[in-house]
């Protein structure tokens, strides 16, 4: 009797013990979505690109700056938020953002229907076109000398997203149907200088400011553009309330001419 008492107390044990195991696996493999709240003193960890000039970009010193990282600045001041800014792998943004490594991502970041499906975007704040530029002595005039011509753009940019999704199929006509694609746009843009690349597609906003950086007298943008996209931030889904603060923080900003003002600053409008 004794015996099988014993037996069942090691049964009940070893049972308990699985039991919990059980629950920590469960615990372990329940994946919980990250929440931002927006409470005051909270940390935002905000994603971008830091070679997006002039939208955030590391100055001389190594500081990061640009008119979105000012903008986000603002807007965190006001919210009683402290920012913490986070470098990300451009082509991995959403997939950083959705598995809670980052809180928004701030970086000239237009909306489209295919990022729509993976974020909610705030209101926007600001709109650019999508251009060709190409060097100053390139025989090229307009969009259909791009045929069978080698085209260079970000990797997982918009402009890559409006070229490849254009009526016209336009990427059809480029040297091997394709868009080459580098991480970054300072890559994109040493392409062209060394002349391994035709041409370059970028955000308007980029371009006028790096072409000024660069000397404008060195290169052409062609008169032909792939029309407007509106940027805005971009955050979890889930993150309902954080978006209705940012929102109205954002509204705010730009009634009382913040925004404007920040913009003139990068922009010269």
């Known amino acids: 009797m004794k015996k099988i008492v014993k037996l069942l107390s090691v049964l009940c044990l070893i049972g308990g013990f699985l039991a919990a195991c059980g629950n920590k696996e469960e615990e372990s493999q329940g994946v919980k979505e990250p929440v931002f709240t927006a409470e005051a ?11 997006f000039v002039p939208m955030g970009f590391r100055d001389n010193e190594g500081n990061l700056t640009g008119f979105d990282v000012e903008l986000a600045e603002e807007a965190g001041k006001r919210l ?7 470098p990300i792998d451009w082509s991995m943004k959403e997939t950083e953002l959705n598995t809670g490594k980052i809180d928004v991502i701030w970086n000239g970041y237009a909306i489209n229907e295919e990022r729509q499906k993976k974020v909610a975007f705030s209101e926007p704040y600001a709109s650019s076109s999508q251009i060709i530029v190409v060097l100053k002595d390139s025989p090229i005039k307009n969009l259909a000398d791009l045929k069978g011509k080698t085209v260079a753009s970000q990797q997982s940019s918009s402009t890559v997203s409006v070229l490849e999704n254009d009526p016209s199929k336009i990427v059809n006509t480029f040297a091997n149907e394709e868009i080459v694609q580098y991480p970054s746009y300072n890559d994109v843009f040493n392409d062209l200088d060394s002349k391994r690349s035709d041409a370059v597609a970028v955000s308007e906003v980029y371009a006028r400011y790096i072409l000024k950086q660069k000397g404008q007298e060195n290169y052409r943008i062609l008169e032909e553009t792939f029309g407007k996209e509106e940027m805005a931030v971009g955050l979890r889904k889930t993150d309902k309330e954080w978006l209705r603060k940012l929102n109205a923080t954002l509204t705010a900003m730009q009634k009382d001419g913040t925004v404007d003002a920040i913009k003139t600053k990068w922009f010269g409008e």
Do not use: R
């Open 41 to 51: 003193g909270e940390t935002l960890i905000v994603g971008l690109d830091d070679t």
């Open 80 to 86: 009683g938020l402290t920012l913490k800014f986070q």
